[in-house]
DNA sequence: GTGGTCTAGACCACC
DNA sequence: GTGGTCTAGACCACC
């Protein structure tokens, strides 16, 4: 399972981690039911402190989007996809009012869109 | 003129201010000759340390979007607005590959740019 | 015999056991000379693991609560009742003086004393 | 500002940190606006780690109890009392379930509440 | 000075 | 092996 971290963001890396478990839910790549990797896997995977991806996880079983199984591991829970999404959709429209404040077209951003989607980009 | 910060954010105070700066200079707020608020001025507007602001005009004069006048202040260069606005636009494509791999659909986004465009938000 | 485990409690899961151990010998569900289930028996029973329960038992016995039976298993001993009903009565006390100091009403306290007992809960 | 911890508990120190901030918004020892002791000096005092107080606060604030300001410190914000007390009543609530169970009458619990009540413990 | 994040490493409970 | 808590200490942003 990949995770990629930018360790020179503002963005902090337990934030970071966070996005992608609910990334990977929405995308299906993680599907209710599924274990994530462990702490320590993940941990040693991304480089970072075990600390780091502890707190990423416990938020997010705080947040009702995975649950600690007894000595087996975090699993993820059956929680509606869209209230997910719904936080990425909130993403997107002050990024789309920064840009149309910063006097940006809608005739540009769309035509973003459009190349954005025919691309071959993963 | 008008700074909004989110003293909340992970993005630093220092990165907040510049980036509005050069918002500012995008949507023709500011034009270049113009005189940005003095750094004393701009800090006790929105209540931060002088220092906060010094850093973030530092930095937007080794980028050379602004360039000190000696004893006057900071004035916007004639920098092409072509190169702040890419970093918004990067900031945009990154933003869609996410919401795609979300599986978030073209349309839905699409529909979301024009209800951002027709709502009367600043 | 029922056993009911928190198992997101911030109280071990071995401690649990003996609490309720003790709890059944105070109501009378488990009297000197009882037999109380087989640590696999429990372990079972409860979901947890057999080291678990095996050390729940052992501390019981070294507090004299029960006693190991060569080959038979665990046997309440007649060790009086009151010793461990104090445990529960310092803690209750405790709990008194928390809401003392938050400043709750001895008649308020009385009260959901009072509701807590005309309640249908076991 | 006294706290006591007990490093002997199975209850998390960091949960022991937030059970005392609350208790003295209860007791009225802290107020809304009240700043209390910043992280660092909350540390040295109860000798614990840095990181262990700053969790506690951290979740404090997640809860609306308390609201950091920039530079400042943590202050108390003007949360209803009764969200805090509600806790406690629901802990004394399960507390005398416990000894229900246990077989200890209503007329013993409210003996012992009124002798707490009589008592001059603080 | 304030809070925020992260590391390396330890020890515990549970499996 | 799994997660949970804590320490000692570092560095950052902001005051």
Redesign the pocket.
Known sequence: MWFSID?HS???????IKEQVKGKILNGELKPGD?????????KDI????????????EL?LEGVIR???????VVTDIENSKIKLELIEELEKMIQKLKQAGVSKEQILSIVESQFNSDKQ
Do not use: C
């Not at 503002?10 to 970071?16: A, N, R, S």
């Not at 480089?47 to 416990?58: E, F, K, L, P, S």
């Open positions: 360790f503002h963005v902090p890396v337990y934030v970071q274990f994530i990797p462990s702490i320590r896997t993940l941990a480089g970072v402190n075990i600390n780091t991806v502890a707190r990423a996880y416990r079983e600690a199984e007894r000595g087996e591991g975090y």
